[in-house]
Each structure stands twice: as C-alpha cells, then as structure tokens.
C-alpha cells in the first residue's frame, strides 16, 4: 500500500493520531541531531553537561593560553589528567579565587567550565563569571526550561539521604564529587542536579523578596514577591547540600542578583548545555 493510501485510510478510521501512526518512523521523529560531546547528554535539541561545572584558569605560555587544551575543553573530550598536564588551576573551591570580577567584564578567555566526574564543582560564582565560563568553552548557561526537561527523573531531596549514593542534600553539608551519588541521576543520566550545589541557569526575574510553596510538595519554592529598585533575581534550581526536604526537581529560587557569588560553604554554582 503507497505511503497516500496508507495516510487517508487512517485519517478515516482513526483521526490525526493514527495517521502519525500510519507514517514511517523516520517520518514521525525530528530531524536527525547531532551526538553531543562525551561530556554531555541529548535532551531534545539540547547537549546538556552531565556533571556540574568546575572552573579552571589555563595559563598563558609566551603570552598565549594552552589552545589545545582549550580545544579539548571546547570539544567535551578534556580530562582531569589534560588539565592538570596543561597546568591548568581549578577555581571556586574558596570565597573570592576566581581572576576576574563578579561582573564577568574581564572573564572572557580567562576561565573555563568543564563537565568531569569525581571532582568538588566550583562554588562562590556569580551569575556573569558562570555564563562567561560556559561562554569560553563553547557553552552556555541552560534555560530554566531546559533545566527542568533535564533534571526529570532525579530523586526528591524528601527521599532522604543515605551519605552515600543518595543526592546530597544533607548528610555530609559540603559539596561531594560530582557523579559520586550513584542514584541522584535524571531519566537522561544527568547527575547531581537536586542538591550538592545550587545550579544558576540562564533566566533573570524580579528580586524575588519571599518564600512561597509548592503544594503537596517541599521543595523550595523562593520565587515571590518582587523588588523594584536593585538588581534582579538571577534563578539557582535544584537545592543544594544543605536543603534537606526542600532540595528537588522543583526547587528553585529567585532571591540572589546575578552578580552574588559568595554563600556561606559556598554552595552556589552550576552546568553549561550547548
């Protein structure tokens, strides 16, 4: 039967859904997309990093950066052992390390975000020093809605936390290795997105000024009110290490300007996406 007779009989026999039935299956799905990286999972059209971000300043050699290790990075294929060779730093590990300002002015070319497993994610970033680390490794920081299709599936912080594979939300109150909670994974095996650290995405609000809630659930939900002199809200998602109940899928919070970068532990920081 021709691929029209096939499209018309099911129109007749059963509406719109059985003619995308009727259709092949390299017709009913989107256009092929590209493999992302190693570092990173396809969720839709989106390459997002599998683990959160570590920040790394590469040095300059006769007044020019490592290119090579910078292509790795910008390719998803560095490892810990290329940085390390290539005499690369890892900042955020303190309050106030990072070689340029909270702004992010002076940040381009600098600074680094690499997705690798078992290492402490960088902290004590701003929103701009975030989104210009994504930016020098050919990322970005994701959407609040990408973020969200990507943290589906991950375990709730109210499901406790056992110290060792579950999420981090309050066990040992300070940022694990990424990828080191074997269960706190989404559905496309991307880790560590309800607590360790707080993640920033891409989205500005209104200061948010308030708590607010979720019903029937208890995570965080800081996202109400709105300030109208001041910065705006720069929004962290997913809880961190010390939210307990309230770190989830759903957490997420609108009080912090994109130009904060200090919090108590240092529990603020995030992932890029292509």
């Given at each position: 039967m021709s691929l029209a007779s096939r499209v018309r009989r099911s129109v007749g026999t059963g509406g719109f859904g059985a003619m995308?039935?009727?259709l092949p299956l390299s017709l009913r799905q989107p256009a092929d997309l590209s493999p992302c990286p190693p570092d990173a999972m396809r969720i839709a059209s989106v390459c997002m990093d599998r683990y959160e971000a570590s920040v790394?300043?590469?040095p300059t050699a006769g007044g020019r950066r490592n290119r090579m290790?910078?292509?790795k990075i910008q390719n998803g294929t560095a490892q810990l052992a290329?940085?390390?060779a290539g005499g690369a730093t890892q900042k955020g590990l303190a309050g106030g390390d990072y070689p340029c300002n909270a702004d992010g002015q002076n940040c381009v070319g600098r600074i680094f975000a690499v997705s690798l497993r078992g290492v402490t994610p960088s902290a004590y970033v701003s929103w701009f020093?975030?989104?210009q680390a994504c930016a020098n490794s050919g990322k970005r920081l994701p959407t609040n809605t990408e973020w969200q299709m990507a943290v589906a599936g991950t375990?709730?912080?109210?499901?406790?936390?056992d110290g060792a594979t579950d999420c981090n939300t309050g066990s040992v109150f300070t940022a694990a290795p990424t990828g080191s909670r074997q269960r706190c994974h989404s559905g496309w095996g991307v880790y560590d997105m309800v607590g360790n650290v707080s993640e920033w995405v891409g989205d500005w609000?209104?200061?948010s000024t308030t708590c607010g809630s979720w019903p029937g659930r208890d995570d965080a939900q800081c996202f109400a009110g709105a300030a109208t002199t001041g910065e705006p809200g720069a929004l962290i998602r997913g809880g961190n290490y010390n939210d307990e109940s309230?770190?989830?899928?759903l957490a997420i919070g609108g009080v912090n300007p994109p130009s904060f970068s200090y919090y108590s532990g240092g529990s603020v920081g995030f992932r890029c996406a292509r």
């Open positions: 995308l039935l009727a790394w300043e590469i290790l910078i292509t290329d940085l390390i020093q975030a989104q375990p709730d912080g109210s499901r406790g936390d609000v209104p200061l309230n770190a989830g899928p």
